[in-house]
């Protein structure tokens, strides 16, 4: 489960990966490929069944389907890492249990939406969690989806817990980033703070960060490796080069809600179909227009896919 530091779990770039479906079903076809793609790129981890991966809408038979696919087709080349989170604690748990059973190496736990917990609440529900489910865990803390943000104070909290190993801080907030990366290289250095967004990514690497759960590697996973293990490496202008280059890929990915855009692109590259569940659909033919347009600046085609070296 450690990274090729043999220091940090979780570092570097892991692909929040898609689900692809087919009339009705998840494609696993697909999902093969993709995963056989993505570790033969240089990704340092696979997420599956989070918030890219439509985990609100794949029913409890499909998940348990997706993780033995996952963990089975990864055969060991990279961890898998699985949602498990919601906003009921002991489901939470149940998940955990189940993803933990059915072979992944961690889990990825969002704060829970809707019911919009105090900071003590959280600290509580990933405690009880964490007391309960023997796998390192990964905080997801994404204020724009579930209306709760994680401060840097209760990450600290619960990052004295050994089996909360890492942190995917998706809040946007560069400065609330900084905050929990200074305050955990003081106080637990091999708790790995990963961005969430990839725009960002590059930035906080170069803040201390870890690296990424990252959407755009998706469709770009050997840029977008080389990109966080040069950075992370300390060779700023070589990372930064591939984060300008991949820039416009990473705001038209986000130009509607995620995965819409990706599952775009991922069957334009001839992954997959352009299928979402949901209450989900496909992106706009606006969006559809931008991506092609990013797709080429970017020079990513199918063609282009079977050619690119790994990191």
Not at 23 to 37: F, K
Not at 69 to 79: L, N, Q, T, Y
């Amino acid at each position: 489960m450690q990274t090729r530091n043999n220091t940090t779990l979780f570092a570097g770039t892991g692909t929040a990966l898609a689900t692809p479906f087919e009339e009705g079903r998840v494609d696993y076809t697909a999902m093969g490929r993709l995963i056989d793609w993505q570790i033969d790129q240089g990704i340092d981890f696979l997420v599956v069944l989070g918030t890219t991966g439509e985990a609100p809408a794949v029913s409890e038979v499909e998940r348990q389907g997706v993780i033995s696919f996952a963990v089975e087709r990864a055969a060991g080349r990279v961890p898998v890492v699985v949602g498990t989170g919601g906003n009921n604690t002991d489901h939470s748990i149940h998940n955990c249990l189940e993803a933990r059973a059915l072979g992944a190496q961690g889990v990825l736990i969002v704060t829970p939406y809707y019911n919009k917990p105090t900071q003590e609440g959280l600290f509580r529900h990933y405690e009880t969690i964490a007391r309960k489910v023997d796998l390192p865990i990964v905080l997801y803390n994404v204020p724009g989806r579930t209306g709760v943000n994680l401060l840097p104070e209760t990450a600290v909290r619960l990052a004295a817990i050994p089996n909360i190993v890492a942190l995917k801080e998706a809040s946007g907030n560069l400065m609330q980033a900084e905050e929990v990366i200074t305050a955990l290289h003081a106080t637990r250095p091999d708790f790995a703070v990963l961005s969430g967004n990839d725009d960002q990514a590059f930035h906080m690497v170069n803040s201390g960060g870890h690296g990424v759960i990252s959407v755009l590697s998706n469709i770009t996973p050997a840029r977008t490796a080389r990109m966080i293990s040069q950075a992370r490496a300390g060779n700023v202008e070589e990372a930064r080069a591939i984060h300008h280059e991949l820039l416009p890929l990473m705001r038209s990915l986000f130009m509607e809600t995620n995965p819409m855009p990706v599952k775009y692109a991922l069957s334009r590259l001839g992954f997959c179909e352009n299928r979402m569940r949901l209450p989900l659909v496909e992106a706009s033919p606006a969006c559809m227009r931008q991506i092609d347009i990013d797709l080429a600046r970017c020079n990513v085609t199918a063609n282009q896919v079977e050619g690119e070296s790994a990191a």
